[in-house]
C-alpha cells in the first residue's frame, strides 16, 4: 500500500495531467460524450478543470487531510463500495478522491452514464505507480466490503439501504439547488445565476432548478441572460426534453415564459424537468430561505445569504454532498 505522502503526489500529478489537456485525455473525452452525449467536450473539460484547480492543487490536499486522523500508513485498510453516480462528467471521482486519500481501498461500482472518464484516470495513475492498483477495484457488484457510499435517487436508496444499511454507509438521495432572488441583481449577478442553471444542462444536484422571488419580480433581464445557453438547442435531446415540455403547459393551458431555450413555470416544486425551471413568489417581509433551509432535499442556496451567483458549480473540496462529511466518515471506519 502506498503511503499518505507517495498518494498525496499522484493526485498532484494527476491535476497536471488534467491542466495539460493533451491528445490521449482529449481522446478519452471525445470516446465519453459518443457514449453519453450529455457529457459534452465543453463540460467534460469543465469538470476535469474543476477537479484538477480545486481537489488536485498540493496546498489543498494538504491543508485538507490535515482537518482528520488519516495516518501515514493505513494499518487497517476498509474496503469501501461506492456506487456511483452519472448525471455529469466525473461526479463521483470526489468519493474515490475521499477513499484513496484515505488509505482505503476502493471497490467501485460505475454508473452506466459514465464507464470511461474515471477508469482512464485510474489507469494513468497504475502506469505511474503500479502500486495503486492495491488501492481500487472496479466491480459490477460490491459484496463483502466493509462500508459503503452509494448515490442514487429516491428509489434506489430504498434499495441501497436495504443491502447496505447494516454496513457502516453514506446513502445519498436525490437533490437540488434553490436560488432566491430579490430584484435587485445586476446584470452580471443574472448572467452568472444562468450559469448555475444551465451548466451541465442543469443534470447536477448543485444545479439551480426552483427559485424565489419577490410579488412583481420581472423576469424579462433573468430570460436575457439565459440567452447565452441558446446553443442548447444544437443538442438535439436538451432540444426534445425542451419541446416536451412546451408541449406538456400548451396542452394543460399553463402559463409560461421562455428565452426558447429555458422554460419558467410558476410551481412551488423544488424538482423541475431538463430545460424548465419552476418558480415561485415570496411575500414582502418573508423568509424564504429559512423554509429552505430544513429541507432535506436542498443541496445549495444561490443567491441572497447563500452560495454566490455563479458559484453553485464549484464546491471545494471539504464542501461534501449531502453535507455528510465523507473524510469523517471514512476515518473513523
Known amino acids: 500500500m502506498l503511503d499518505l505522502q507517495c498518494r498525496i503526489d499522484l493526485l498532484v500529478k494527476l491535476g497536471d495531467y488534467l491542466r495539460q489537456n493533451d491528445e490521449a485525455w482529449q481522446s478519452v473525452v471525445t470516446q465519453a460524450g459518443i457514449r453519453n452525449p450529455w ?9 476535469a478543470n474543476a477537479i ?7 496546498p489543498i490536499l494538504e491543508q485538507w487531510v490535515k482537518q ?15 456506487v456511483m453516480a452519472g448525471n455529469i462528467p466525473l461526479v ?8 484513496f486519500i484515505s488509505g482505503h481501498i476502493a471497490h467501485i461500482k460505475l454508473s452506466s452514464k459514465d464507464t470511461v472518464l474515471l477508469p482512464h484516470l485510474l489507469d494513468v495513475l497504475a502506469q505511474w505507480e503500479p502500486t495503486v492498483k492495491t488501492h481500487f477495484r ?4 460490491l459484496k463483502g466490503c466493509d462500508a459503503y457510499i452509494a448515490t442514487g435517487s429516491d428509489n434506489s436508496a430504498r434499495y441501497f439501504e436495504y443491502y447496505f444499511g447494516k454496513y457502516p454507509s453514506i446513502i445519498r438521495k436525490n437533490r437540488t439547488s434553490v436560488a432566491i432572488l430579490n430584484g435587485q441583481e445586476s446584470t452580471t449577478e443574472l448572467a452568472s445565476l444562468a450559469d448555475d442553471i444551465c451548466l451541465y444542462f442543469g443534470l447536477g444536484c448543485r444545479n439551480v432548478t426552483a427559485l424565489r422571488v419577490p410579488m412583481g419580480y420581472d423576469f424579462q433581464p433573468l430570460l436575457d441572460a439565459g440567452r447565452k445557453y441558446d446553443y442548447f438547442f444544437d443538442h438535439s435531446r436538451y432540444k426534445n426534453n425542451y419541446d416536451y415540455q412546451l408541449a406538456v403547459a400548451l396542452l394543460n393551458n399553463r402559463f409560461y415564459m421562455t428565452n426558447n431555450s429555458i422554460l419558467l413555470i410558476e410551481q412551488e416544486a423544488l424538482f423541475s424537468p431538463i430545460s424548465q425551471v419552476n418558480y415561485a413568489f415570496y411575500q414582502p417581509g418573508e423568509a424564504p430561505q429559512a423554509a429552505l433551509e430544513g429541507n432535506n432535499s436542498v443541496q445549495c442556496i444561490v443567491g441572497q445569504g447563500g452560495v454566490p451567483f455563479g458559484k453553485a458549480q464549484e464546491p471545494a473540496i ?4 449531502d453535507g455528510v462529511d465523507t473524510m469523517a466518515f471514512l476515518a473513523y471506519l
Open 39 to 47: 457529457f459534452t467536450k465543453a463540460f467534460t473539460d469543465l469538470a
Open 52 to 58: 484538477a484547480d480545486r481537489f488536485l492543487q498540493r
Open 68 to 82: 482528520y486522523p488519516v495516518p501515514a500508513e493505513q494499518p487497517s485498510p476498509k474496503k469501501v463500495g461506492i
Open 92 to 99: 463521483g471521482f470526489h468519493d474515490w478522491l475521499c477513499v
Open 138 to 141: 472496479v466491480a459490477e457488484q
Open 318 to 321: 471539504n464542501d461534501y454532498a
